[in-house]
């Protein structure tokens, strides 16, 4: 008798081309959020840029996770979307190497947040700055050529 399903193999990649067709059609990626497929994103992305944004934002005065959220989608024009599975593990990460200091707004229960920068995280915001500038630089030289190629 024959096997009614296909096999994993042939499972996997007809996803893997349906995905392809679906990016290449200017969708996004079913297991992407906002940004993660996107290739003029995902280079700063891996530069460092959410974490150069967050300490850059706190760098103004303290905040909380979901403000920082809200502010970053403010600043990047909606470009970056971050959500709560990103943000607060990554303020964490921060908080456990000295970059910012975290407190509760209420400390006798438990509130929100507050996080703020520290002096390392001052040094490492700086360092980031002058790492992430190149890509941010690579990345505007190209949005501004294809914008004189097809707008004039």
């Not at 081309?17 to 940004?35: E, I, K, L, M, W």
């Amino acid at each position: 008798m024959a096997a009614r399903h296909p096999s994993t193999e042939a499972a996997v990649a007809d996803a893997a081309a349906q995905s392809d067709v679906r990016t290449a059609a200017g969708g996004r990626a079913p297991s992407g959020g906002p940004g993660s497929g996107d290739p003029l994103v995902a280079g700063l992305r891996k530069a460092g840029l959410l974490r150069l944004l967050v300490l850059h934002l706190l760098g103004a005065g303290p905040s909380y996770g979901n403000q920082l959220m809200d502010r970053v989608g403010e600043l990047t024009g909606g470009l970056i979307a971050v959500n709560p599975n990103t943000m607060y593990p990554l303020l964490r990460a921060l908080e456990a190497e000295g970059l910012v200091a975290g407190a509760w707004e209420h400390p006798e229960r438990r509130s929100r947040r507050f996080y703020r920068l520290t002096s390392p995280g001052a040094a490492e915001r700086d360092r980031l700055a002058a790492e992430v500038a190149p890509h941010l630089d690579e990345l505007a030289t190209a949005v501004d050529l294809i914008r004189r190629e097809l707008v004039g």
